[in-house]
Each structure stands twice: as C-alpha cells, then as structure tokens.
C-alpha cells in the first residue's frame, strides 16, 4: 500500500509541474496580450481578443490539477483551533469524521460532475464567446479532480489509521 501510495504522490507531483507550465504560459499569454493592446507592433493587431476566456480557463485547470496535490501535502485551508484544543483521541476521530465526509462530497461531486459532462457531450452543448469550444472540455476536468481528491482522501485515512492516535502534523499551528 505503501508503494502505491509513493507512485500516486508522484502522479500528483506531475499534475502539479504540469499546472506550473500553464501557470507560466498563462503569464507569457497575459503578457503579450498587454503588449499587443498598448504597442502597435503588428498592424492591425491589438490585443489577444481570446485571451481572457483562455486564462479563465487556464486559472479553473490548474486549480483542479493542483487540488489533490496540495491535500496530499497538507497545504489545504485547515481550521484547526479546535483540533489543537481537545484531547488528542477525541482530535484523532474529529479528523475521521472529516475525512469521511470529505470523501462522500469527492464521491457526489465526482458523480455528478461526471454526468454533467457526459450530458453536455451527448447533447452536443457548445460555449459560445470569442471563441467556440464543446462545454464537455470544460466540465471534464471536475470529475477527474475530485476521483484524484477521493483517492488521496482514502490515502489520508490510510496513514491515519497507522499513524499516532492525535491530529494530523498539518493540523498543528504555530499558535
């Protein structure tokens, strides 16, 4: 369990460094698109018209590359003031509790992301702006997210069952 868990960190890590490219050509695109509005350094050219609708997308990619990889590093908006404050086995199911209800929200919003996207590509949708692109392109990263959030979870409750009988590491503030 131990290996998979290893090999599926390192999947992350690569969805992570891909979520960096984009990052990056959205900087370059964003970039261009600011020096072609204000310098006319090709006629008739100015500005990237596509270029916001791009970035929004880019922006919604790269959150749903990322998600699970920063759940696996602990690196999620945490509110732990309780968990820090009650006894460390109360603490230790306090986390359960949450894991397992993270993991039904991943399971319901995989499930009906999967379904939205696979309606929007029968039905033929279309997003129709600057550009023209099926919607299914848009609503298929969601369900792969949240099937890599589940996963992760599952792994989380993995090491917390073999772990010490207390918060998680992540759950401890500085304060």
Not at 43 to 51: F, H, K, N, V, Y
Not at 135 to 142: G, I, Q, R
Request: charged share 15%; with cysteine.
């Amino acid at each position: 369990m131990e290996r998979l868990s290893e090999l599926y960190g390192k999947l992350l890590t690569g969805f992570a460094l891909v979520a960096c490219l984009l990052l990056f050509l959205l900087m370059l695109m964003i970039c261009a698109d600011v020096l072609l509005r204000n310098l006319a350094i090709f006629p008739g050219l100015r500005g990237l018209a596509w270029s916001n609708e791009i970035s929004e997308n880019m922006l919604y990619l790269v959150t749903m590359l990322t998600a699970p990889w920063l759940l696996r590093r602990g690196q999620h908006i945490r509110v732990d003031i309780v968990l820090v404050a009650i006894p460390k086995q109360t603490a230790w199911y306090c986390e359960w509790v949450a894991d397992a209800f993270a993991l039904a929200c991943c399971v319901v919003m995989m499930v009906y992301g999967g379904s939205a996207a696979i309606a929007s590509y029968k039905a033929g949708s279309m997003v129709i702006k600057t550009l023209i692109t099926p919607e299914w392109w848009a609503l298929a990263p969601l369900p792969v997210a949240f099937a890599l959030l589940a996963i992760e979870v599952l792994f989380r409750m993995q090491r917390l069952y073999a772990g010490e009988r207390g918060p998680r590491d992540e759950a401890i503030s500085a304060g």
